[in-house]
């Protein structure tokens, strides 16, 4: 059987601290715990608490996205476009996935998702675009969600600054 799509959005917003997050609407959303951005998480641009993820970015404001629902998962996108590819678990146990900014946590966008586990792949690209000292680029992340019980980050591709 054939990989199907569920559904695909465009994400286009503001958020600072090189990050925003994916959660789970009935998580707590323990982005302070010692356990979110450790040194591994940080270099490997994925945090992972109980119903959260954090997606590290290059750029500190604009962030350009697109998050697409699989059924399935895909075969890695060894595409030499993207800088860095890595990959963790979320467990949703509400029915409604979210896209925080941070540090606000702003809802950017709502969708609706059947309750479980699920891997999320982040692809990112144009890393190098990004000026520290104007704090934007023309990074782009790219977010693949499909139904999965492995919780672990694994990095697919690692960028070197």
């Given amino acids: 059987m054939a990989?199907?799509?569920i559904a695909s959005y465009k994400l286009s917003f503001n958020t600072q601290y090189n990050q925003f997050y994916i959660r789970d609407k009935s998580s707590p959303g323990r982005t302070d715990s010692e356990m979110f951005w450790t040194d591994e998480a940080y270099k490997e641009r994925l945090a992972i608490e109980e119903g959260i993820v954090g997606v590290g970015t290059?750029?500190?404001g604009h962030v350009r996205a697109e998050k697409?629902?699989?059924?399935?998962?895909?075969?890695?996108d060894a595409n030499k476009t993207y800088d860095h590819v890595v990959e963790g678990g979320l467990e949703i146990k509400s029915d409604v996935l979210q896209i925080l900014d941070c540090p606000n946590s702003n809802v950017e966008k709502?969708?609706?998702i059947r309750p479980g586990r699920y891997r999320v792949r982040?692809?990112?690209s144009n890393l190098a675009s990004v000026d520290d000292d104007e704090?934007?680029?023309?990074d782009y992340?790219?977010?693949?969600?499909?139904?999965d019980g492995d919780i672990k980050r694994k990095v697919l591709k690692q960028w070197n600054q």
């Fill in 3 to 5: 990989q199907k799509t």
């Fill in 58 to 60: 290059e750029c500190y």
């Fill in 68 to 76: 697409i629902l699989l059924d399935k998962k895909l075969a890695y």
């Fill in 110 to 112: 709502e969708f609706k």
């Fill in 122 to 124: 982040v692809y990112s």
């Fill in 135 to 138: 704090e934007k680029g023309q």
């Fill in 141 to 147: 992340y790219k977010i693949e969600i499909w139904p």
